[in-house]
């Protein structure tokens, strides 16, 4: 076990090392920018040690090529990149469109690879994924009332659903209201599908699946539209 313990610190330490010799010193800085469609500002750190911080995922950060290969928690995402003077655009990997940055700064206070085989680690900031970001709703309807559900996925962590019940009957007409509150959120997975974590004010968690498709965001069975970005400043889908 030990050995293997070194193996693995040898080979952290390598990659390091590797990425150190190849990437281009145009690229060592902080960068700030948007992916094309979307208003959630994103910043990137490539420090010159080959240690990286993509909006408080830490890793490391090399260059093949005209690509750009990001490493974080083991997984490595190749990103095309064109550096035009002060801005430096990226393309592909897991984005849905391009991501375009300008430099702000030189690189940041570079983070250790750490001790291998364990040990105290610096906390992440949560992981929201853009490409689901924004605000959501379903509306459904039938001969004795309708319902209505809101998911806020904010860009900067915040989550907190709604639901409206309208009903009618001999009696009359009935309605109701559910959630409220905020919670944060991450999630696990691509622009297509993965797994949603609510973490609420007490302490609690709850998970549920997504998945993209036809223009929308599927939950729980249900197709949601997009009616807000991840600003969340819209109080409704009409206003």
Do not use: H
Not at 76 to 87: D, E, I, P, S
Not at 179 to 194: C, E, I, K, M, P
């Amino acid at each position: 076990m030990l050995n293997g313990y070194l193996r693995v610190g040898f080979l952290l330490l390598a990659s390091v090392s590797v990425a150190l010799a190849q990437q281009p010193s145009g690229l060592v800085g902080t960068w700030v920018g948007k992916v094309q469609g979307y208003e959630a500002e994103m910043k990137l750190v490539l420090n010159a040690n080959g240690t990286a911080d993509d909006d408080g995922e830490l890793g490391t950060w090399r260059v093949q090529g005209n690509r750009l290969l990001l490493t974080e928690e083991g997984e490595t995402v190749a990103y095309n990149f064109r550096l035009q003077g002060l801005q430096l655009t990226l393309s592909g990997g897991d984005l849905m469109a391009p991501l375009i940055l300008t430099r702000s700064g030189g690189a940041g206070r570079a983070q250790p690879a750490g001790p291998a085989g364990g040990g105290s680690q610096q906390p992440k900031a949560a992981r929201v994924l853009e490409a689901i970001a924004g605000q959501w709703f379903y509306i459904s309807s039938s001969s004795f009332g309708s319902s209505e559900r809101y998911l806020n996925l904010c860009s900067d962590g915040r989550f907190s659903e709604n639901s409206n019940i309208y009903s009618s009957g001999e009696a009359g007409t009935a309605y109701g209201e559910g959630g409220g509150g905020t919670a944060q959120w991450t999630a696990d997975g691509d622009a297509n599908q993965g797994t949603v974590t609510v973490t609420y004010p007490n302490g609690k968690t709850s998970q549920f699946q997504y998945q993209r498709g036809g223009g929308g965001l599927y939950v729980g069975g249900r197709k949601y539209a997009r009616y807000g970005d991840g600003s969340c400043t819209k109080s409704s889908p009409v206003y």
